[in-house]
């Protein structure tokens, strides 16, 4: 099993930042991918970004690219998203999850989640 946990979730307000950290641990060898989703009530869990393990290759969705970064730090089993030019419609609850596979943007690929760090943008 692979334990992740995200934490650096806050209130910020609009044009604000924050950085996200998840913390991997257990059988992190079986990682090949990292993605971060977020949710907000009564919608889907949708994808934010995602980074290859091996080779720190990013993937982005629509919505953040050019406002969010995500980078990894292999030795210490980190990934993180710094998440700029905040908005109201970045308001959600923010969850990391690993593959053994590669970055793909259904939650149905991904074998463990964490419990989420809330964001929440105010105007």
């Known amino acids: 099993q692979v334990q992740l946990v995200e934490s650096g979730g806050g209130v910020v307000q609009a044009g604000g930042s924050l950085m996200l950290t998840c913390v991997a641990s257990g059988r992190t060898g079986s990682i090949s991918a990292m993605g971060w989703f977020r949710q907000v009530p009564g919608k889907e869990r949708e994808f934010v970004a995602g980074?290859?393990?091996?080779?720190?290759?990013?993937y982005y969705a629509d919505s953040v690219k050019g406002r969010f970064t995500v980078s990894r730090d292999y030795a210490k089993n980190m990934v993180y998203v710094q998440a700029n030019s905040l908005q109201r419609e970045d308001t959600a609850v923010y969850y990391c999850a690993d593959s053994n596979s590669r970055v793909v943007s259904s939650t149905t690929r991904y074998d463990y989640w964490g419990q989420g760090t809330q964001v929440t943008v105010s105007s």
């Open positions: 980074i290859s393990w091996s080779s720190g290759r990013t």
